[in-house]
T-cell receptor, first 113, second 114 residues
Framework: AQSVTQLDSHVSVSEGTPVLLRCNYS??????LFWYVQHPNKGLQLLLK??????LVKGINGFEAEFKKSETSFHLTKPSAHMSDAAEYFC???????????FGKGTMLLVSP | NAGVTQTPKFQVLKTGQSMTLQCAQD?????MSWYRQDPGMGLRLIHY???????DQGEVPNGYNVSRSTTEDFPLRLLSAAPSQTSVYFC?????????????FGDGTRLSIL
C-alpha cells in the first residue's frame, strides 16, 4: 500500500526567505511523485514531477524538489518566497503499476510581507 | 484551450435529491477521475476511468455512480444526496495511466447538501 505524509499542515515564511515543504512517502514499488499547488477557489496545478530520472527536479515558478530514496522523502523547496506563492501544496504519489494517485493532506503556505 | 471543464461551479441540494456533476475534457485524454476534497483530508479518489466504457472504484465510491460513454465526458451522479457528501469535487484527466503522466484538474464544483 502507498501513503503520503506531509509533515506540516501550515508553514509560515516571510517574503524573500526560503521555503521548505516536507513530504515523506511509502510505496511498495518505484513511484512517480508530484507536487501540486492549489490557489483559493481554484483547481490543482502541477508544479513538478519525479519519474525515476534525475533525483533533483526543477518545476515552475522557481520550485524544485529532491527525491531521496534512502529517506523516502520528496521535499519541496524554493530559495526566495513571493507573496504569490501563498497557497496550499499537495504531495502526491503514484506507484509503478498503479493507475491511481494518493494525495497527502496538504500544507498551507503563508507568506508575510 | 479549455482543458478540463466542470459544471456547475456551485450547487445546493436538499437531502435525498439527485444530481449529476458534469466533467468534460478536450485533450483526448484516456484517463479521467473524480476526487472529493474535504478540509484536512487532501483529495480522495471516488471513481476513475482508463478509457471509454471502463470505470472502476476509488477510495470513497459509496453514494456515487459514474459512466464513460465517450472519451470527452465523465459525469458523476449522486443518486440520493446526503449531508456527508457536502464537499468540493474535482475532475481530472491525463493522457493515460502510465507512470509519470500528470493529471490536469478542473476548477471544482462546490456542493452543499442541506
Amino acid at each position: 500500500a502507498q501513503s503520503v505524509t506531509q509533515l506540516d499542515s501550515h508553514v509560515s515564511v516571510s517574503e524573500g526567505t526560503p521555503v521548505l515543504l516536507r513530504c515523506n512517502y511509502s510505496s511498495s514499488y518505484s513511484p512517480s511523485l508530484f507536487w501540486y499547488v492549489q490557489h483559493p477557489n481554484k483547481g490543482l496545478q502541477l508544479l513538478l514531477k519525479y519519474t525515476s530520472a534525475a533525483t533533483l527536479v526543477k518545476g515552475i515558478n522557481g520550485f524544485e524538489a529532491e527525491f531521496k530514496k534512502s529517506e523516502t522523502s520528496f521535499h519541496l523547496t524554493k530559495p526566495s518566497a513571493h507573496m504569490s506563492d501563498a497557497a496550499e501544496y499537495f504531495c502526491v504519489v503514484r506507484p509503478s503499476g498503479y493507475s491511481t494517485l494518493t494525495f497527502g493532506k496538504g500544507t498551507m503556505l503563508l507568506v508575510s510581507p | 484551450n479549455a482543458g478540463v471543464t466542470q459544471t456547475p461551479k456551485f450547487q445546493v441540494l436538499k437531502t435525498g435529491q439527485s444530481m449529476t456533476l458534469q466533467c468534460a475534457q478536450d485533450m483526448n485524454h484516456e484517463y479521467m477521475s473524480w476526487y472529493r476534497q474535504d478540509p484536512g483530508m487532501g483529495l480522495r479518489l471516488i471513481h476513475y476511468s482508463v478509457g471509454a466504457g471502463i470505470t472502476d472504484q476509488g477510495e470513497v465510491p459509496n453514494g456515487y455512480n459514474v459512466s464513460r460513454s465517450t472519451t470527452e465526458d465523465f459525469p458523476l451522479r449522486l443518486l440520493s444526496a446526503a449531508p456527508s457528501q457536502t464537499s468540493v469535487y474535482f475532475c481530472a484527466s491525463s493522457r493515460d495511466s502510465a507512470l509519470g503522466q500528470p493529471q490536469h484538474f478542473g476548477d471544482g464544483t462546490r456542493l452543499s447538501i442541506l
